[in-house]
C-alpha cells in the first residue's frame, strides 16, 4: 500500500475524520478528545495510530502524553478540504435546484 | 451522500427532485451562488462568479475591486449530461500555471426519473497536484507555514 492510499483509506472511516477534524481545529491530546467522539479512550488512541501512520497527523511530546497536530506535509489535507469542498457544494447545489416556487 | 474516498480520487453524488435539464442548468448557471463562501483565491470578497458554458472557457472570480482569478478550465461541456474541468488550485493555495499539476473534476448527470437526477462529481488525479511537493518541505514547515487548505478546512465544517 503507497502512502498516498494510506492517507486516503485513514480518512475513509467517519470516526477517525472526526477525530481529524478535531485536530484540524486545533491541536488536542487524547483525553480531549475522546469525550468529543462515541468510542472508548483506546478506540481513539488506534485511531491516532493509524492518522500518524498516514502522516495526516503527528505527536508533540508533552509532559506524560502527547499532543496531536495536523502534519503539515503532505496532500492529506488538500484532499480532506476537498472532500469536505465537495460535500458542502452538493448540498448547497440540492438546496438550489430544489427551490421551491422555482421550477422550469 | 456518498463519502467514500478512492485512491487519488474523490467521488460524491446527490439526487435531486429536478428534470436533468434543470439540473445541468442549476449546476452550470448558478454555481456561484451555492459554491461555499471559503473558497476565494483573491484579497478581497468576490463580486460574482463567472462559469462560461464552453470548452475552453474558464471558471472565474471576480472580486469586488474588478481583479479576476481562473482557477478551472472547462475541459468538456455536454449538456445536459456533462461538464468537466480542470482545478488549478494547488497545495500552496495559489493558481496552479503548471497545466502538468492540475487535476480535473468531472460532473455527470443522469436521469432517474423525469423529475429526478442523480449527479455525480468526480474529482481526480490529486496526485499530480503532489508531484515535487516533497521540495516545498522546508519551505512549508511550521505552524505559521501550514497550507492554506488546512486553516480552511476547519472553516469549512466550522460553517456547516
Known sequence: ?104 | MNSQIAAATIRKSVVVEASIERAFDVFTREFGNFKPPDHNLLAVPIAETVFEPRVGGCIYDRGIDGSECRWARVLAYDPPRMVRLSWDINTQWQVETDLERTSEWEVRFIAEAPDRTRVEIEHRHLDRHGQGWQAKRDAIDGENGWPIYLTRFAGLFGSN
Open chain 1, 1 to 104: 500500500m503507497t502512502s498516498d492510499t494510506t492517507q486516503l483509506s485513514a480518512l475513509g472511516d467517519a470516526t477517525r475524520r472526526r477525530v481529524f477534524e478535531l485536530i484540524a481545529e486545533r491541536p488536542r491530546n487524547v483525553a480531549e478528545i475522546t469525550p468529543l467522539v462515541s468510542v472508548s479512550q483506546s478506540a481513539v488512541s488506534q485511531h491516532l495510530k493509524v492518522l500518524r501512520n498516514a502522516r495526516l497527523v503527528r505527536a508533540v511530546p508533552r509532559g506524560a502524553s502527547n499532543v496531536y497536530h495536523i502534519d503539515p506535509h503532505g496532500l492529506g489535507q488538500m484532499r480532506a478540504w476537498l472532500d469536505a469542498y465537495w460535500e458542502k457544494t452538493l448540498a448547497a447545489y440540492k438546496a438550489a435546484v430544489e427551490k421551491p416556487g422555482d421550477t422550469s
